[in-house]
């Protein structure tokens, strides 16, 4: 027998989650270390996702806890406007050497939401310094991701976290995502046909409906992550980078998720070798652990704003209370140590031929109908589920395959009717085959059992149970006027 004890659930709210049903079966980590999460029943998890996209170096590396360990007793806070700590300068030396060349002056933030506006606010502020204030549209790209606050909604392209909002950003457009699936199915890596004619449509847009003067930058994921893994054609993004050259549109990459090793390069700007003017990044900067963002600029854009502001004024009226605190520093200058050490991007390289063989192995199980990949990153897209009735099930399948995979120890990620793998880049081949196995088993079960695969239900019933009982127990202390904090269980696991 083992005893559980699970948390209240009631009071917190958890973010991008159906919350109901989560509660209704709670999965909860409450350990992790190298690739494997531990459940609260002691089971071991394999991280198919190194987090979310954020842990590249794998999970509880003592490097990086013993540095912010050490700062926190060294220096906890220092205030970050009008005053800074030497390690600021530090890390945005070190991250800058790791950027691609040229876009070596950093701005700190705290996520990649942050970094996203950051990078859009930096953008239209640098053609007002610079006297061109009516530059100031801002295109973003149809499925883009750029977090969740109000410029990176406004830029995003994905209608489920925009319709909630009201109307956002004015002056804003989108361009065409480059998934083709009718054309490019199951393509490994980069689809050939069609790049330059689909950036192409982003000049006629521009010229048609905004006179290019008008726009102040073009944002795009150089592989679009969380919407499924949509990865460019050939030419594409250089494509993108003439066009904005020769209208003096700022290019930016929002590298949140292709930053850091993932496509087997230390950027996507790399893998591409193409220059943004801003790249932004979060995530992989701390390897997940304080929460952290950076946007990096050319030289020629910082240089703008101290040459050309006023003397004495502030060149940019932005920044976040936790702009580069001391702990996120100390984790992000640790784990630039451990990508110069153990070469993480070319390792992600190496295996990126092994993965692509592993993922495309899955070709032709029900279902299936899509796989694309690069790097170490794959997605995995689903037919829509139809029930008996004729109605279409958006998700249900792949939230029913993530479930399963959870059942059978391994976690995956999924968003709409896309399942997404992004494993650690410290991953073995042994475990790059388990992920896969394991999919094709989850898979198989989910579409043998029909209409009843796709029913949350049918899944986790231990977790099931666990929460029913802390439901029961809750209520009976709310009966008896208590007030509790903590509710415990005990079960035979
Ligand atoms: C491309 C991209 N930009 C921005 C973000 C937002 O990052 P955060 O969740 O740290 O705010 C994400 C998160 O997944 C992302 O994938």
Known sequence: MSKITLPDLSHYWVPFTANRQFKAMPRLFKAARGHYFTTMDERQVLDGTAGLWCTPAGHARPEIAEAVGKQLLTLDYAPAFQSSHPLAFEAATKLAEYMPAGL????????????????????????????????????????????????????????????????????????????????????????????????????????????????????????????????????????????????????????????????????????????????????????GVVPMGAVAVKREIYDAFMEKSPAGAIELPHGYTYSAIPIACAASIATLDIFAQEKLENRAADLSAYFEAAAHSLKGLPMVRDIRNIGLVAGLEFEQFVDKTGATKMGAFSMAVYLKCYELGLHVRFTGDIIAISPPLTIEKHEIDRIFNTLADAIKFVANQGEAGILANNYLKSEQNWAAQIALEHAALLELGHHTHRAEESLHA
Do not use: M, W
Not at 121 to 148: S, T
Not at 251 to 263: A, M, P, S, Y
């Open 104 to 287: 070596d002056r950093i701005f700190f933030t705290g996520s990649g939401s942050e970094s996203a506006d950051t990078a859009l606010k930096i953008a239209l502020a640098y053609h007002r310094v610079c006297g061109n204030p009516l530059r100031n549209k801002l295109i973003g790209r149809e499925r883009g991701y750029h977090g969740v606050n109000f410029g990176g909604i406004s830029v995003g392209g994905i209608a489920g976290n925009r319709k909630a909002f009201g109307n956002a950003l004015s002056g804003v457009d989108h361009i065409r995502h480059p998934l083709d699936i009718t054309k490019n199915a199951f393509t490994k890596g980069v689809p050939e046909d069609g790049g330059v004619a689909l950036a192409n449509e982003f000049e006629a847009r521009i010229l048609t409906l905004h006179d290019p003067s008008t726009i102040a930058a073009l944002i795009v994921e150089p592989v679009q992550g969380s919407a499924g893994v949509l990865v460019p054609p050939a030419g594409y993004l250089k494509r993108l980078r003439e066009i904005c050259t020769k209208y003096g549109i700022l290019l930016i990459f929002d590298e949140v998720i292709t930053g850091f090793g993932r496509l087997g390069t230390k950027f996507g700007a790399d893998y591409f070798d193409v220059s943004p003017d801003i790249l932004l990044c979060a995530k992989g900067l701390t390897n």
